[in-house]
């Protein structure tokens, strides 16, 4: 029911994300598939680092495309300095996305944490559900820009790990926010909105 009760943090949301990773499918057609493997890895190396982008394939990056994001990641080129709208401190097992919703001024963070107690078999995914064991993540930061010309009008934290939103605390300075997210297991979302 979690995802219905929220329908409007789902249905036709949208990429917020300030950066891009380019995939490098141009290489793949040249027939250099050794280029996936580093896409691959500094894709690893962005989501540990808490790094929000979307993906686009190379030959698709024009430059009217790549202009409205402020970070272009390619493969094989150096790393572009990373923006600092959205800083996030949290462990490597925690996964973060960003997305906006269709008809609302706000930002919605995903945050999925995949820490779990491994299963004994070291290749072994388990036996099902009744086996997965998550590790809850408690202590995560946040400090984000606010957009330009508004102000944090409520910060909710949601996950169908429990009975209701909570309210988050923001402490506004220098055109930003920051906030720290309880403790939770595997999913929650922090909708920011603006005023």
Same mark, same amino acid.
């Given at each position: 029911?979690?995802? !219905?009760?929220?329908?409007?943090?789902? %249905?036709?949301?949208?990429?917020?994300?300030?950066?891009?990773?380019?995939?490098? !499918?141009?290489?793949?057609?040249?027939?250099?598939?050794?280029?996936?493997?580093?896409? =691959?890895?500094?894709?690893?190396?962005?989501?540990? %680092?808490?790094?929000?982008?979307?993906?686009?394939?190379?030959?698709?990056?024009?430059?009217?495309?790549?202009?409205?994001?402020?970070?272009?990641? !390619?493969?094989?080129?150096?790393?572009?300095?990373?923006?600092?709208?959205?800083?996030?401190?949290?462990?490597?097992?925690?996964?973060?996305?960003?997305?906006?919703?269709?008809?609302?001024?706000?930002?919605?963070?995903?945050?999925?944490?995949?820490? !779990?107690?491994?299963?004994?078999?070291?290749?072994?995914?388990?036996?099902?559900?009744?086996?997965?064991?998550?590790?809850?993540?408690?202590?995560?930061?946040?400090?984000?820009? =606010?957009?330009?010309?508004?102000?944090?009008? %409520?910060? %909710?934290?949601?996950?169908?790990?429990?009975?209701?939103?909570?309210?988050?605390?923001?402490?506004?300075?220098?055109?930003?926010?920051?906030?720290? =997210?309880?403790?939770?297991?595997?999913?929650?979302?922090?909708?920011?909105?603006?005023?």
């Amino acid at each position: 029911n979690f995802i !219905r009760q929220h329908d409007a943090i789902y %249905r036709y949301n949208q990429s917020a994300a300030k950066s891009v990773l380019l995939y490098p !499918r141009t290489a793949v057609h040249a027939g250099n598939v050794a280029a996936v493997k580093e896409f =691959l890895k500094l894709g690893d190396s962005m989501l540990d %680092r808490h790094i929000l982008f979307d993906v686009l394939p190379d030959d698709l990056a024009t430059p009217e495309v790549t202009a409205k994001y402020e970070a272009v990641y !390619r493969v094989g080129k150096p790393e572009p300095p990373t923006t600092d709208h959205f800083i996030i401190t949290a462990p490597k097992t925690v996964r973060v996305s960003l997305s906006r919703p269709a008809k609302e001024d706000a930002y919605h963070l995903h945050f999925v944490n995949y820490n !779990r107690t491994e299963p004994t078999n070291p290749k072994s995914a388990g036996g099902g559900i009744h086996d997965e064991k998550p590790i809850a993540v408690k202590g995560i930061h946040c400090n984000v820009a =606010l957009p330009k010309g508004k102000a944090v009008g %409520r910060i %909710r934290f949601l996950s169908p790990e429990l009975d209701k939103e909570l309210a988050l605390t923001g402490r506004p300075t220098g055109g930003r926010v920051r906030f720290t =997210l309880p403790e939770f297991l595997v999913y929650a979302v922090v909708e920011l909105k603006w005023k």
